[in-house]
Nanobody
Framework: VQLQASGGGLVQAGGSLRLSCAAS????????MAWFRQAPGKEREFVSS??????NTRYLESVKGRFTVSRDKNTVYLEMNNLNVEDSAVYYC??????????????????WGQGTLVTVSS
C-alpha cells in the first residue's frame, strides 16, 4: 500500500486542521492505520491509531478530546481542534497488516507516507 499525507499548514493557536492520508494499492480497512508526528530535535511520537473491524481508536493522552481519527474506504483522517504550539510537527501516517488492533508502537508499522507539516503559531 502507498500512502499520501496532506492537509498540513500554518494555523494560529486554538485553530483547527484536518489531515488526510490517502491509501492506494489497498483498502484502509485492511490495515491498522496510525498518525505519528515528529518535531525538530525530537523523536517520532505516536498521535492516534484506528483499526480493526470495529474501527477501534487509540490516542496520545495529550490530544484526547482535541483530535479525532476516522476513516473511509481509501482515506484516514485526523481532525485536529484547539491546536497549540506543542502540536507543531511533521505528521506522518503509517499502516500495518501485522496486527488487528490500534497500536502506538512505531516498529509495528511497515508503510509510511511522506509527512505533512503542521505549524501552530502563538
Amino acid at each position: 500500500v502507498q500512502l499520501q499525507a496532506s492537509g498540513g499548514g500554518l494555523v494560529q493557536a486554538g485553530g483547527s486542521l484536518r489531515l488526510s492520508c490517502a491509501a492506494s494499492g489497498g483498502t484502509v480497512s485492511s490495515y491498522v492505520m496510525a498518525w505519528f508526528r515528529q518535531a525538530p530535535g525530537k523523536e517520532r511520537e505516536f498521535v492516534s491509531s484506528i483499526g480493526g473491524s470495529n474501527g477501534n481508536t487509540r490516542y496520545l493522552e495529550s490530544v484526547k478530546g482535541r483530535f479525532t481519527v476516522s476513516r473511509d474506504k481509501n482515506t484516514v483522517y485526523l481532525e485536529m481542534n484547539n491546536l497549540n504550539v506543542e502540536d507543531s510537527a511533521v505528521y506522518y501516517c503509517g499502516a500495518t497488516a501485522r496486527i488487528p488492533y490500534p497500536s502506538s508502537n512505531y516498529y509495528q508499522y511497515d508503510y509510511w507516507g511522506q509527512g505533512t507539516l503542521v505549524t501552530v503559531s502563538s
